[in-house]
């Protein structure tokens, strides 16, 4: 059974601060892995999917790595901003089936 | 823009209602998904279906049913609900993971505000 674990649980940085979160996951045999973004009382928002054959994905200012392998994936978030705040999640997605498994997120507090 | 929507933002029903959690998608998706989210517990999937009247059982699926009846729109239903399902529940939607003509897109799981229920 994939169990997910991501590092650290909460996290407070100054404004501009670059800043790395952790995921990694018990089960390699993954087809993809998503990140998401939760504000406090509401739904999920997809920030990058990387596909189990790459290494990388960037959007804007967020950059997500993979090592498959190791089953571990990062998100990157450069230069962050009060608006970053909120919770981050990651979420592999196995080979044989169609259902994400969630981390607990980590909390992001970016202070002004 | 994807939009999936959920009925209400906001429910409080009595122990032993029956309720029902509506979740609507306008993307053609095949995929759809009920989860519950409870502080230190992290999202838990209750149930999903990957094609009209097709359903599967998540992690959680005691005390509740579902229902897919179109393509677009997924219930969820408490047949009794109580006091331990008062809990915010997300509902996402997705094309299937082997759906490789959408290029790096597809299987992108989309999710509703979520619809926070209490049950006293």
């Known amino acids: 059974k994939q169990e997910v674990t991501q590092i650290p649980a909460a996290l407070s940085v100054p404004e501009g601060e670059n800043l790395v979160l952790n995921c990694s996951f018990t089960d390699s045999a993954i087809y993809n892995l998503q990140w998401f973004r939760q504000d406090p009382g509401k739904g999920l928002t997809s920030l990058l999917l990387?596909?189990?054959?790459?290494r990388e994905q960037t959007s804007g200012r967020l950059n997500a790595s993979l090592d498959k392998s190791s089953g571990r994936s990062t998100l990157y978030i450069a230069a962050s901003q009060p608006g970053d705040s909120a919770t981050y999640l990651c979420a592999p997605l196995g080979e044989y089936g169609n259902k994400l498994v969630f981390g607990a997120g980590t909390i992001l507090r970016v202070k002004s | 823009d994807v939009k999936v929507t959920q009925s209400s933002r906001y429910l409080v029903k009595r122990t032993g209602e029956k309720v029902f959690l509506e979740c609507v998608q306008d993307m053609d998706h095949e995929n759809m998904f009920w989860y519950r989210q409870d502080p230190g517990l992290g999202l838990r999937l209750i149930y999903f279906s990957y094609d009209v009247k097709m359903k599967e059982k998540g992690d959680i699926p005691e005390g509740y049913s579902v229902s897919r009846e179109k393509k677009e729109r997924f219930s969820l239903i408490l047949e009794s609900a109580s006091t331990n399902q008062t809990s915010m529940y997300l509902c996402a939607s997705s094309h299937p993971f082997w759906r490789g003509s959408r290029g790096l897109a597809k299987n992108i799981q989309y999710f509703g505000a979520g619809t926070r229920l209490s049950v006293l």
């Open positions: 990387i596909q189990s054959s790459q």
